[in-house]
């Protein structure tokens, strides 16, 4: 097992990618800080899931983007588990929203789940595994990083922000040997976009910019997840993993 005596935060972990990528850690041996903010059945179910596999699991609620919640969160891992070593920024928002409509409101909501909420929450994170030698923070941004996505630019301005604040940490955490990488999702089924690509065209569309032909499932994102936690990608740091069947290349 690779991740063994390893401690790890996911946000958003109830549900979607943050699930899988729970379930994949566990897998390897880390005990797992489930993070959810409004599905406590489905954090609680993964929980159960991890225990049941005999691995250790504890669930926590608390909003990303409120950052008084963000201390309750590294102090589950230190009072449960002793030490944290992993952080996956998982949790994130996607609103449609033609920029000619777009709002103030949304901008605020969405900046301060998917980057203002894991760029302190990294900070705290940091804070603790610099006591414990280093760590690895891994970030979910999306191929919307680099490949703009019409009636969601605030999301997109979100993942692109994301990409630099993976590259600029990666810069300062160094040399606390903490290393800050990126994995940038093509198209997975998740409930963020299962309701758009049942819609009429949308999947085909969809599948005819992949040059793998498939929707990706949330187990292709566990893995490159898995990788970035290990001591194998010591030596990377900076980066970003697309993991989209090829999205990016058409
Ligand atoms: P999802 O199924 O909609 O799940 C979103 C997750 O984020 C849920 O676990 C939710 O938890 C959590 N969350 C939302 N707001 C939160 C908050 N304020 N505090 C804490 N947790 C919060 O979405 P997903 O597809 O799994 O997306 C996960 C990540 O992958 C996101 O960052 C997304 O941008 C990225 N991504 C997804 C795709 C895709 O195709 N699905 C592609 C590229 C990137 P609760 O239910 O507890 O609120």
Known sequence: MRLQNRVAIVTGAGRGIGRAIALGLAREGAAVIVNYSRSAAAAEE?????????????AVQADVKELSEHGRVIATALEHFSRLDILVNNAGVEIHEAFLKATPETWDFTLAVNLKGPYFLSQKAAEAMIRFGGGKIINISSVHDVVPLRNRAIYSITK??????????????????????????GAILTDMNRKSLSEPGNLDRVLAKIPWKRIGEIEDIAGAAVFLASAESDYVTGATIYVDGGLILT
Do not use: C, D, W
């Not at 159960?48 to 699991?57: D, L, P």
């Not at 604040?165 to 999702?185: D, F, Q, Y």
């Open 46 to 58: 993964v929980v159960s899931t991890i225990r049941a596999s005999g691995g250790r699991a504890v």
């Open 160 to 185: 692109g922000g994301m990409m630099m604040m993976t590259k600029s940490l990666a810069l300062e955490l160094g040399e606390h040997r903490i290393n800050v990488n990126s994995i940038s999702p």
